[in-house]
């Protein structure tokens, strides 16, 4: 984009000053070149979004923002109820409380690159992954109604996983008010043989080593030191909470026509919060969160399980897990009062700073943990929250890197076969069933995942505390 | 000649069918669908799946078309390479023809999430109608 659209107001503060229909500014947190790079339409879409009814403050794009559905994939937006402010589909997303999680493993890298091969293997065998995958679990009526509104807790009392995997799940692991019963029979069907799957897309789950540390402190407190070997898992709600999206979307599009809402663009469908379609869809999008935490907490257990044949030494217990599409209320600071809004993150990651009471009391002082997946065979990042992080973005930092090609083109720059050997080659075993989907999600179509996190750090959003790279990479 | 195509769009894809009404328009645009997920040719369409839907206007009516589509290929674990649509006024009746998925000799690239509403248009173009979406992969 033109820097010229901006006003600058701090090497990584770009801002887009109320005008037309806006109701507030629309601020664009990155560097210079980031915005340079960034599509015209991240501005259109950060613009729209401020026209929206009951938004406080500013329409938020993070380092990561690229041309979404509505808001821009990497948009922050918080909504007052009291204001007539709305909640909607497109702002969550279509993959409800997609997200990463992190497992330490307390291993080394000799004891990964020992039975590197053979254990990936037996990952891709026990992580169902792809179109047409199953798990091996099948709920009944009953069992998808106490999954729905129990999330990992859920899982976790159904032996998969322990209590302390808990408390290092943003809200501990389970979703409150979440309402099963606005979720529709379509979407729970889509999802009886999709627990404990991974998906496809850009999700997947690495072996990962840390290669450096930036913050020794807050890595300390967070259990990190350079050579560590972690797991990461970034997927989010399947079936369930793409049929959610897919329903509420059209429901809202009628419905924001009904309540006099003008929308420039019908993906950015959405509802008061306070009418039937706006409760509705926060019931079932919370049911889906609550779905993403337990799909989550069933693959940590799969993966504990093959380590605990293979590597029957290791311990798996949480670091944290972070969903990144998501709409959820929270308490923060405007104008010095505070007020409760519900603060819409899609394609953004919630970064409560030092002191936090909703980060767990071992993080605490820290920081809540801020975890940005890269994409298949580059480097992911660890980041703290910060305190500055509340007054920039309603405490939000970045979830990624972004593509910098559509799939097309990927296919036509590269094969399936030839990104397997070539990352082969630098000590990284990738498993996936699709090698048209590996070329599709080759690791030069997407765009720097450092210049991104360095950009969050650098605008103050998150503090970059560790860089980890993969090792074994199991792709949907 | 392909009376379909995809164009591209960020993170995603977008379909865009092409024909002399609307139904064959529709009908081409969920056989773009599918080909985002695999080679169309490798698809047989052995069985065939009935989908119904409704929508206050014909563009509202592309999306559930294609999402009614995306429903079937989900929960019966199906590809399909063949569509015939049916419209009268806001209501669909469409049927699909395919066969279970079958990684192994599909390839699948990649899951479709669902259509959405970007890009969304459905519109006289030359002599025919165009129909496109954005779907989310």
Known sequence: ?476 | MNRWEHFEHGADIGVRGYGASIAEAFEQAALALTAVITDLASVQPLERVEVHCEAPDDELLLAEWLNALVYEMATRRMLFARYAVRLEGTRLAGEAWGEPVDAARHHPAVEVKGATYTMLRVAREGGGWLAQTVVDV
Not at chain 1, 248 to 266: E, S
């Open chain 1, 1 to 476: 984009m033109e820097l010229n659209l901006f006003e600058k107001h701090g090497e990584f503060e770009w801002v887009i000053p109320r005008q037309g229909a806006m109701r507030v500014p629309a601020v664009i947190y990155a560097s210079e070149a980031l915005v340079r790079d960034m599509d015209r339409k991240v501005y259109e879409q950060a613009v729209n979004v401020a026209a929206l009814p009951g938004i406080v403050k500013a329409s938020y794009a993070m380092p990561d923002a690229h041309w979404g559905y509505g808001f821009p994939i990497g948009g922050v937006a918080a909504f007052d109820p009291e204001e007539g402010g709305v909640v909607s589909a497109g702002g969550v997303g279509f993959d409800i409380s997609c997200g990463v999680r992190c497992l330490h493993t307390g291993l080394s890298r000799e004891d990964i690159m020992k039975i590197q091969a053979p254990l990936a293997h037996e990952l891709s065998r026990a992580i169902p992954a792809g179109l047409g995958s199953t798990g091996a679990i099948r709920l009944d009526e009953d069992e998808m109604e106490a999954m729905l509104a129990g999330g990992a807790a859920w899982a976790v009392q159904r032996g998969w996983g322990e209590s302390a995997d808990l408390e290092r799940i943003e809200e501990r692991g389970q979703m409150k008010h979440a309402k099963p019963g606005d979720v529709s029979l379509q979407a729970k069907k889509r999802q009886r043989d999709e627990m404990g799957t991974l998906g496809s897309g850009n999700h997947y789950l690495e072996i990962q080593e840390v290669t450096s540390v930036f913050d020794a402190k807050i890595a300390a407190a967070y259990g990190l030191a350079q050579g560590d070997i972690v797991l990461m898992i970034h997927c989010g709600s399947r079936g369930l909470g793409h049929q959610i999206g897919t329903e509420y979307l059209k429901r809202m599009a009628i419905a924001a026509a009904q309540h006099g809402i003008h929308l420039p663009d019908r993906e950015l469908a959405c509802a008061p919060i306070n009418s039937e379609v706006g409760q509705e869809y926060l019931g079932a999008m919370r049911a889906a969160i609550n779905c993403a935490l337990a799909n989550r907490q069933i693959l940590t257990h799969l993966v504990r399980d093959v380590f605990r044949r293979m590597l029957p030494q290791a311990r798996l217990p949480l670091l944290y897990d972070v969903s990144h599409n998501t709409c959820k209320v929270e308490e923060h600071r405007v104008d010095g009062g505070t007020r409760k809004l519900y603060v819409h993150r899609k394609g953004a990651t919630r970064a409560f700073g030092p002191g936090h009471p909703d980060v767990p009391a071992p993080l605490r002082d820290a920081g809540q943990p801020v975890l940005i997946g890269g994409s298949m065979g580059t480097a992911s990042y660890v980041l703290a929250g910060t305190k500055a992080s509340e007054a920039l973005a309603f405490s939000s930092a970045c979830h990624g890197a972004g593509r910098a090609m559509s799939r097309h083109q990927a296919l036509r720059n590269w094969q399936g076969r030839q990104v397997v050997s070539d990352l082969a080659a630098r000590g990284i075993v990738i498993k996936s069933p699709s090698m048209r989907g590996v070329a599709e999600e080759a690791p030069q179509a997407y765009k720097d995942v450092s210049a991104v996190v360095d950009a969050a750090d650098a605008a103050g959003l998150a503090r970059k505390v560790a860089r980890v790279e993969p090792l074994v990479c199991i792709k949907g």
